[in-house]
């Protein structure tokens, strides 16, 4: 994807495509590990939701002495409870210091103790368990349980504990239960993500993935010095490109236009003789070379091109040869760079002029 001359860096989507096509695991790869990941990420919410319990009491604080307050029938609502004309500002101070009191050291320790008893040995209370509303006389107790049996456990503990403290308070006082822990015992689901937003999610995770994956490609691409391009070295950028041959077996038709684009070439350009120079071992075959400049010397009225393989005795060969235009046949994304470009400053100092390029792919 990248050339380096003078510190410049050329980039082409040729050469990002082919390492697309040569690393194309790191894409399944991190399509895998963003989908392992998406699951997993799933499981662990689902997993981390827990159904929780909640039972609710009421009580209601009264004037010991009152009589038509004792008949709990008269209280059996919370609007006659709130509505009650004859509250007494006593009262409400003691509910106040009562809420107070249900959240000592000492309550916790006493709930702890009551429900060892009932045989949950392991059980700690804790006060965040408990939610306590007073308003004027009323008090509404709600208890949070991760089981219904435990809910209701510690609910009838702390009723229990509510009243006895209420009579250890005042002797003036009682305290009326409306609505027993059992009465009002209920399940509450904890919410699970929508599935709009599950979905959001793993599309978010697997396309992070895949920018992860093509970042990886481009560090790739950074690193690959393969030849794609004359433009990528600048000796060549004004020499005439003659066309492209594929390498793949039964691909005549391109190399039988290429022979004649050649051949064509030389005879307008007038040269005596030409040498065809290969460069890359995978897309330049000998092979090729030979059935490219044996179809082109047909066309011609004599034998004007030869073939230089690319090999330890190549410029060797080419002295010897005393032939002075060269046309390169360069194997795209085979040859390096590098390559090319030792290449072609030998021939400039061999005084030798490269006339034109044929691409091979």
Known sequence: METQHNNEIIITWEKFRDNIRRF????????????????????????????????????????ANSGTQNNKEALNNYVDAYRENSLEASGEARLKTLVNLMGTEGTKQEIDQAMAERGYDDYKFDAGQVELTSEERLLNVTVKGKSEEETLAVAEIYSTMIQTKITEMSDDLEVVMLQEPSENVRVEH???????????????????????????????????????????VPALTEVPLLGQIKSEKGS???????????????????????????????????????????????????????????????????????????????GKNDAKIAEVEDTVNILKIMDKKIVGIVYGH
């Not at 051949?263 to 120079?277: I, L």
């Open 252 to 330: 005549d038709d391109s190399l039988g236009m290429i022979t004649f684009l050649l051949s064509q070439y030389v005879e307008k350009q007038g040269f005596h003789r030409c040498a065809v120079v290969g460069l890359g071992s995978k897309k330049i075959t000998a092979e090729l070379l030979e059935r490219l400049t044996g179809g082109a010397n047909k066309n011609l009225s004599d034998e004007k091109i030869a073939v230089i393989h690319d090999s330890g005795n190549m410029y060797a060969e080419l002295e010897r040869s005393g032939i002075d235009e060269i046309v390169l046949a360069i």
């Open 24 to 63: 194309w695991w790191i894409i399944l790869a991190a399509v895998l590990m963003g989908g392992g990941i998406a699951f997993a990420t799933g499981t662990s919410d689902k997993t981390a939701h827990d159904d929780s319990y909640k039972a609710e009491s009421v009580f209601y604080l009264q004037s």
């Open 190 to 232: 904890a919410s699970v993500p929508g599935q709009s937003t599950t979905v959001m999610k793993y599309a978010f995770i697997l396309a992070l993935s895949l920018i992860v994956a093509l970042i990886a490609l481009f560090i790739c691409s950074l690193w690959d010095k393969r030849f794609r391009n004359k433009n990528e």
